[in-house]
């Protein structure tokens, strides 16, 4: 890959069934392994889990970040109102809530993922309806919550998910104020 430069040319494209078995490998590195989901995987069990958002049957929108034409990593949005239960306070009408991570563990820690979530956070706030974005990191996870914290997501209490306990974060949309 080549290194990142000041400005990246970041990209989305929508996840597509020719794609699980990258996103298979991806999650088998031990970086992954660590924060994003543990245990063997398989491709009959990615199949099964990203095949229905791919096809339109599940409120999560997955896409492939690319940097420079090259697949980087994964990250998802969905509407939070709609979206999973574990929130402590209902999510009002236009909050996103996004996940992702990069594949490749030697990029992390040089800028990769901010640009990758500044530039996947330009293409929600095109949609005027978006008034905030909810993530959930680990709360033991610090380099991803110095991540979120540079692009301006504050902290509000950690929640318990179906993947453990994490650090509810919050950023409203430029311009406007996150719901308290």
């Keep these: 890959m080549p290194p ?12 597509r069934e020719d794609d699980l078995p990258r996103l298979c490998e991806w999650l088998r590195r031990p970086h992954l392994q660590r924060w994003w989901r543990q245990g063997p995987v398989d491709l009959e069990e ?13 409120d999560a929108h997955p896409c492939l970040a690319l940097i420079a034409g090259e697949p980087v990593g994964y990250i998802q949005w969905y509407d939070a109102c709609i979206g999973p239960d574990w929130w402590p306070t209902d999510p009002p009408p236009g909050v996103r809530g996004i996940d992702q991570f990069l ?3 030697d990029r992390l820690g040089q800028g990769w993922g901010r640009a990758m979530i500044g530039a996947f956070l330009q293409r929600l706030w095109a949609d005027p309806s978006v008034t905030e974005v909810w993530v959930d990191p680990r709360p033991d996870n610090a380099r991803a919550i110095a991540c979120y ?12 998910t ?12 430029p311009g406007f104020a996150a719901s308290e």
């Design 103 to 105: 594949a490749a563990e």
């Design 46 to 58: 990615i199949r099964d889990e990203y095949l229905p958002p791919i096809a339109g049957a599940d």
């Design 162 to 173: 179906p993947d453990g306990p994490a650090l509810w974060m919050t950023l409203g949309r």
């Design 149 to 160: 914290q540079a692009l301006g997501f504050r902290p509000r209490g950690e929640i318990t």
């Design 4 to 15: 990142l430069h000041p400005a990246p040319d970041v990209a989305f494209r929508p996840l």
